[in-house]
């Protein structure tokens, strides 16, 4: 009996027992913890905000300016900065040196558009300038007409979600790409939108310049198909088209010229780059 006595005291010691006072923590600690999560908050802050993940710009696009008048100064100088920008990208220059390249010719479409056309045209006048479309396309399409590339700019008042350009006008850039490559193979070069498929695989983010790809995929008589496709630079596809392009019964009345000003007239004899300047290659260079 006195060793089941002991044993209830012994364990009622092991309950009511205290092990050693803790440690105080020194307040330089707190202070240092306290110091390295706000650098790490303020590091990641700046980071942010100069180099911002393209879809932190889509939940919270940063504030811009409304477009400028496209005739005022500061537009003309944009626009100059932005052609030079243009004529060396790596892809385009890559594309004119490539081994086939004699069998390509480039062209600027509305670079000849007559003015008194141009003021009514959405993308040639209602749309351009800085902000908006500030370059003529820029197209290098193969002399069989087969196959085109388009390089156009788009500014950050096209936009539906703002920073994201609006699909409307991406439908409105393909149909005008496709069409090119698509109308020149009719007959009379003269033909209209029959059917245009459109499919979206990512958001365009504006204040960029974007590549549409042409191919022909069929021909017969006064009828066209052509498949097409946009890209940002780094080739991520952004939207698919599929279009078809009939040539009218009344083709003959209208005026075939003037379309081909439009699309910009081919100009296959010109191996030098197509500037932005009435639409005409650079002077040769002096001895």
């Known amino acids: 009996m006195s060793s089941n006595i002991l044993r209830r005291i012994l364990t009622n010691a092991r309950v009511f027992s205290t092990g050693p006072p803790p440690t105080a923590r020194s307040p330089y600690r707190y202070l240092r913890t306290l110091a390295l999560g706000g650098s790490v ?78 003021v009514n045209s959405l993308t040639a006048g209602a749309l351009r300038g800085p902000g908006k ?41 393909l149909d005008e790409s496709l069409a090119r490559t698509a109308i020149i193979n009719l007959p009379e070069k003269i033909g209209v939108t029959a059917n245009l498929s459109i499919n979206y695989r990512a958001p365009t983010f504006a204040d960029q310049f974007i590549v549409v790809r042409i191919s022909l995929v069929d021909k017969a008589g006064r009828k066209s198909k052509v498949a097409g496709k946009v890209e940002d630079l780094k080739g991520n596809v952004l939207v698919e088209a599929h ?33 932005l300047s009435e639409g005409m290659p650079p002077p040769p260079s002096k001895a």
């Not at 932005?82 to 060396?88: A, C, K, P, R, V």
């Not at 075939?256 to 100009?267: H, I, L, N």
């Open 41 to 118: 908050a303020i590091t990641g802050y700046t980071l942010g905000a100069f180099y911002p993940h393209p879809y932190i710009t889509l939940i919270s696009p940063r504030p811009a300016p409304a477009p400028p008048n496209p005739d005022s100064p500061q537009s003309i100088i944009y626009t100059a900065s932005l052609e030079q920008t243009l004529q060396t990208l790596p892809l385009l220059t890559s594309h004119r040196a490539q081994p086939d390249a004699h069998e390509w010719y480039e062209s600027r479409p509305y670079a000849n558009y007559p003015e008194q056309l141009r």
């Open 133 to 173: 479309l500030a370059l003529p396309p820029l197209v290098r399409a193969r002399k069989d007409e087969s196959e085109a590339l388009v390089i156009v700019h788009v500014g950050r008042g096209v936009c539906g979600h703002d920073g994201i350009i609006h699909g409307g006008l991406l439908a409105t850039i």
């Open 243 to 275: 279009a078809t392009f009939v040539q009218p019964k009344y083709a003959h009345l209208l005026k075939s010229k003037a379309v081909q000003q439009m699309m910009g007239d081919p100009e296959p004899a010109r191996s030098t780059p197509v500037l």
